[in-house]
């Protein structure tokens, strides 16, 4: 599609050919030039999949933090993914911000991928509509959404290098699927990622302009992953608009002397402005007028985070113990409870990367059933030595040496020794990113006083990377250089080494904090990740390990949480495995012993193992879920609420069990060999060749109460087939249930899965209320691609529905007509 319209031609007109190519690059990290000569301001972009932060990299300008996308897709609700994107809008325009950078709409390949949590699930059907949910959301309100990553980005090893190999009808069916339904929905623009597909690095490949641009109609702007365009003309030939960050990159006076010399053609680079001034108009940057969007106040946004994060929450099993409604002896009293595990404590709202948001608070599961059980019913016990992780300082216990209040002063200074800048941050976190003042200075000085809250060892430090120098009440402890001990260079930034001091402090007392990081190159001063915090001390490993039984013994019900990190779970790397961190395994099983009533909190963005699943009490995956995780939980484990959510992706048994486990390129390739056949899809095949089946199917999750589903009719809407039946609440409790329909076609001529998602309902009832469900089953769930014809065709004749409550427990199975077929390339 080339894109064209009067007005936009007038103004692109107006410009000379550097102006032009002046606007296809950054003017920063996070804005766009502006220009007077159309009247454009600059626009404001930023990572958006799960909050939004804004231009910092640190908690200078909170954020409210959302539950993960896996653990939103969880919830089935697409109209709470709505909900969702009317407050990631408002949050934009707090923070003056025109374009989210999200959603992240790259597939569950492999449950190694280490983005996994920022994704929303294995099925391109279900992916697809909750993205173009979020698009639908935000850009309601006049912020405009990014659909990334395009495309096959869906692990990290070797990322910007990596060449993705997969066939024509794979793409289609699977990866490009959810992209089309997001443009389908009026996405405004779609990033480029960093890895090659089918040895052409996709800020240059074919497939950004068609389908994308070409078949498709997509009439925004194509804007490239940071630092993803690495080279001149191929990418400006192609359907790449926008290069970031800014002010440098391969464009610029490069491109403009391609221009001038015939090998990129004028036209070109004027579909590309044209597209990025439609953008302009659509965020209010052309008239300087943007759609305004009410402010949220704190209390609404903790009642819809912890709303989403409880109805995202897997009931992966309970053999009747939750809710905790009372003792067991029928006298409404609370149970004593044993809250064991590091995670209780230091909980994972979020995964790492550029996902991150830093929120002005954060309910922790201590937090949440203390709030709702009572401080004297909750006792606590961590019962395994903590990560190696430094955890910054908090706004309470710092205080700025200079002006006596609660903060960290940085201090800038140039070649000459002279200070030619400094400012207070809030809190122990400090983060740079192609900062201005970082980019100017050659040497940095970080001071604050921490004040104990306790009596006791406390282990204080710092966490970076490059020169560092640090004291402590003026005595230097630390001088050498700080290595990174990570090979990807993301990771090492991401999650830089710390350094550790301890000392026995009284509570009151006060340590001075000096640290002084000396700029070595330009690149150590690109992006630069600093903290000044403290690391938990654990006791003796065994003799913890014994408390936190004993704990358990000696209570009625206990609550163990575990789970992965940041750092486990983060763009730039995938997991190894799927295990637990070491030791966790071990202390269920040993509480469980020590109490049958143990319920387990997983508390991870991605599928781990669970050994122990068939053996205790009750089993829940929070998932990523976000800022108001420990009232969520307390809700879920109380029974204020359902446990809503069902699972978007699958859960193995066993690592050796897993279909489609392979993220690790061999010599620069990436080959896709399963095909269409990934997550449930890979499971069922495995099954029907007598393979292992998987510990948690897709679309499975439990609740607190029952349900009967009816014998569905299926009528012809135009095109589209509606399947409607009742569903009954059979239980004692209001609840709700995912009612979902899958197609087959036994015996197909041409490849398919053995079933795949073509629709889903969201129902809720009150005790013995039957609610009619109605799923829409599009055509293109009929649909094959063919890559005789390139395009997409279907089997007459046929199909076979099953409607179920997830792709393992069907209820009902029948007949349905596919419509008509297609014409060859009709899309």
């Not at 992240?104 to 996994?116: A, F, Q």
């Not at 059980?373 to 006792?379: E, I, N, P, R, T």
């Not at 029952?706 to 012809?716: A, F």
């Not at 039957?770 to 065709?793: K, M, Y």
Request: no cysteine; charged share 25%; proline share 6%.
């Amino acid at each position: 599609m080339t894109f064209t319209s009067p007005r936009f031609t007038d103004l692109v007109g107006r410009l000379s050919l550097e102006q032009k190519v002046r606007l296809l690059t950054g003017a920063s990290v996070w804005s766009l030039h502006d220009e007077p000569a159309v009247g454009l301001r600059s626009i404001v972009v930023s990572d958006g999949p799960s909050g939004v932060r804004g231009t910092a990299m640190d908690d200078r300008d909170p954020s409210s933090s959302l539950p993960s996308a896996s653990s939103i897709a969880a919830t089935w609700d697409l109209d709470r993914v709505r909900r969702l994107g009317a407050l990631i809008a408002a949050e934009a325009r707090r923070k003056d911000v025109d374009v989210v950078l999200g959603p992240t709409v790259n597939l569950h390949r492999s449950p190694r991928g280490g983005r996994h949590f920022e994704a929303f699930s294995e099925d391109p059907f279900l992916t697809g509509e909750f993205g173009a949910a979020y698009v639908n959301g935000v850009q309601a309100h006049g912020v405009a959404t990014t659909a990334k990553h395009y495309i096959a980005n869906d692990s990290e090893t070797d990322r910007m290098t990596v060449d993705v190999r997969a066939d024509e009808k794979t793409l289609r069916e699977l990866y490009l699927a959810p992209f089309e339904r997001m443009v389908e929905e009026g996405a405004w623009l779609v990033m480029s990622s960093y890895n090659s597909v089918d040895g052409v690095t996709m800020s240059a490949n074919p497939l950004l302009r068609s389908p994308l641009k070409d078949e498709w109609g997509f009439d925004g702007v194509v804007v490239s992953d940071w630092t993803a365009v690495r080279d001149t003309e191929p990418s400006a030939r192609s359907g790449q608009d926008l290069v970031m960050p800014g002010p440098q990159g391969p464009w610029g006076d490069l491109l403009v002397e391609a221009v001038r010399a015939g090998r990129v053609p004028e036209a070109v680079i004027d579909e590309k402005v044209a597209r990025l001034l439609l953008l302009a108009e659509r965020v209010g940057a052309l008239t300087e007028e943007h759609q305004p969007v009410a402010p949220w106040e704190d209390a609404e946004i903790a009642a819809l985070l912890r709303e989403t994060a409880a109805d995202g929450m897997v009931l992966a099993r309970n053999d009747g113990l939750l809710p905790l409604a009372s003792d067991g002896d029928g006298d409404g009293v609370r149970p004593r409870v044993a809250l064991i595990g590091q995670h209780a404590l230091r909980s994972r709202n979020q995964g790492g990367g550029s996902a991150t948001v830093f929120p002005a608070s954060l309910v922790t599961p201590l937090d949440g059933l203390r709030e709702a059980l009572g401080d004297g019913a909750v006792s606590y016990a961590p019962g395994l030595p903590p990560t190696d992780e430094l955890w910054p300082f908090g706004r309470a216990s710092i205080v700025d040496q200079v002006t006596g209040e609660n903060g960290v002063r940085v201090r800038y200074f140039d070649a000459d020794g002279n200070v030619f800048d400094e400012e207070v941050f809030p809190s122990g976190r400090l983060a740079w990113l192609f900062d201005a003042k970082l980019l100017a200075a050659a040497e940095v000085e970080i001071t604050t006083r921490f004040v104990a809250a306790r009596d006791g060892r406390h282990a204080l430090g710092f966490a970076g990377l490059g020169l560092l120098r640090f004291e402590l009440d003026g005595r230097t402890v630390h001088t050498d250089p700080v290595l990174p001990d990570q090979q990807d260079t993301m990771v090492a930034v991401l999650n830089p080494p710390n350094r550790v001091f301890e000392l026995d402090l009284q509570e009151g007392q006060g340590v001075d904090m000096r640290l002084v990081f000396t700029l070595s190159s330009p690149e150590s001063a690109a992006f630069a990740l600093i903290s000044l915090g403290e690391k938990d001390i654990l006791g003796d490993p065994v003799e913890e390990l014994e408390r936190a039984v004993a704990l358990a013994a000696e209570s009625d019900v206990a609550v163990v949480v575990v789970g992965t990190t940041e750092a486990i779970e983060s763009e730039g790397s995938d997991r190894p495995g799927l295990s637990l961190p070491s030791g966790q395994d071990e202390l269920v099983r040993r509480v469980r012993a020590a109490n049958p009533r143990t319920v387990v909190v997983v508390n991870s963005g991605a599928p781990v193992t669970m050994p122990w699943l068939d053996e205790v009490s009750a089993v829940v995956l929070s998932w990523f879920p976000g800022q108001e995780f420990g009232h969520a939980l307390a809700d879920v484990l109380t029974g204020a609420r359902e446990p809503g959510g069902r699972l978007p992706t699958t859960w193995a048994a066993r690592e050796e069990d897993v279909p489609v486990w392979n993220v690790d390129p061999v010599e620069g390739r990436l080959d896709y060999t399963e095909g269409i056949h990934i997550g449930y899809r890979a499971w069922l095949r495995q099954a029907e060749h007598g393979g292992a089946a998987p510990a948690l199917p897709f679309g499975s999750g439990l609740g607190y109460t029952t349900w009967e589903l009816d014998e569905p009719g299926v009528r012809e809407d135009g095109r589209t087939r509606v399947v409607e039946l009742d569903v009954t609440n059979t239980g004692s409790r209001a609840g709700k249930q995912v009612v979902q329909a899958y197609l087959a076609r036994p015996g197909s001529s041409v490849e398919r899965p053995a079933a795949w998602l073509a629709g889903f309902a969201v129902v809720r009832a009150a005790p013995g209320e039957s609610v009619r469900a109605r799923i829409e089953l599009p055509e293109r769930a009929f649909r094959h691609w063919d890559e005789q014809t390139h395009a997409w065709d279907v089997e007459a004749g046929a199909f076979e529905l099953r409607i179920g409550t997830s792709v393992a427990d069907i209820a009902h199975t029948t007949v349905v007509t596919a419509p008509d077929t297609v014409t060859a390339g009709e899309v």
